[in-house]
T-cell receptor
Framework: GEDVEQSLFLSVREGDSSVINCTYT??????LYWYKQEPGAGLQLLTY?????DMKQDQRLTVLLNKKDKHLSLRIADTQTGDSAIYFC???????????FGAGTQVVVTP | DAGVIQSPRHEVTEMGQEVTLRCKPI?????LFWYRQTMMRGLELLIY????????DSGMPEDRFSAKMPNASFSTLKIQPSEPRDSAVYFC??????????FGEGSRLTVL
């Protein structure tokens, strides 16, 4: 089955860019997502990219997809303290919503 | 829209007791998912429904766990009897057939 891996921790200074990386194993994955989880809350969809795209930009967020290497990244420009959270990468084969989640990357933003 | 609504938000119970977690998905969403989140195992998919029918329950840990979706606006996850290792945050999520999941705020379960 699908396996999704991501680094567990990232520390970044306020105002710098953050880059969170993720790899997945199933080349048939069509739907790729980034979710954000703040303490005590559920997961909130941040952005997504389909497998027929290489890049997607949404305000401060940029998603890059390298299908050959099955590598997904999320770049947050001008990182703010409010960006401190756990970020999950998720991959799915279809629109049914059955997603495989990574373990999450804890992002800590320091002043 | 109120989003996915879960209850209770917090539950503390003693080992052996029955626990029932409830979920109201977003109106019009066709699929509903139950996830469990722990520090050790991360997010685990327990079961999901499409049009109220269970599609995949292979993630349900054992027979002590059961889930139902009697109608399009309500689902329950029941644990009987509960054990300390069931302590976790249980999330419900729904999907409008676009692939993305909309999560509830979760039910934090502590079994003593």
């Amino acid at each position: 089955g699908e396996d999704v891996e991501q680094s567990l921790f990232l520390s970044v200074r306020e105002g710098d860019s953050s880059v969170i990386n993720c790899t997945y194993t199933d080349s048939s994955s069509t739907y790729l997502y980034w979710y954000k989880q703040e303490p005590g809350a559920g997961l909130q969809l941040l952005t997504y990219i389909f497998s027929n795209m290489d890049m997607k930009q949404d305000q401060r967020l940029t998603v890059l997809l390298n299908k050959k290497d099955k590598h997904l990244s999320l770049r947050i420009a001008d990182t703010q303290t409010g960006d401190s959270a756990i970020y999950f990468c998720a991959a799915g084969l279809d629109s049914w919503g059955k997603l495989q989640f990574g373990a999450g990357t804890q992002v800590v933003v320091t002043p | 829209d109120a989003g996915v609504i879960q209850s209770p938000r917090h539950e503390v119970t003693e080992m052996g007791q029955e626990v029932t977690l409830r979920c109201k998905p977003i109106s019009g969403h066709n699929s509903l998912f139950w996830y469990r989140q722990t520090m050790m195992r991360g997010l685990e998919l327990l079961i999901y429904f499409n049009n109220n029918v269970p599609i995949d329950d292979s993630g349900m840990p054992e027979d002590r766990f059961s889930a139902k979706m009697p109608n399009a606006s309500f689902s329950t996850l029941k644990i009987q009897p509960s054990e300390p290792r069931d302590s976790a945050v249980y999330f419900c999520a729904s999907n409008p057939s676009t692939g993305e999941l909309f999560f509830g705020e979760g039910s934090r379960l502590t079994v003593l």
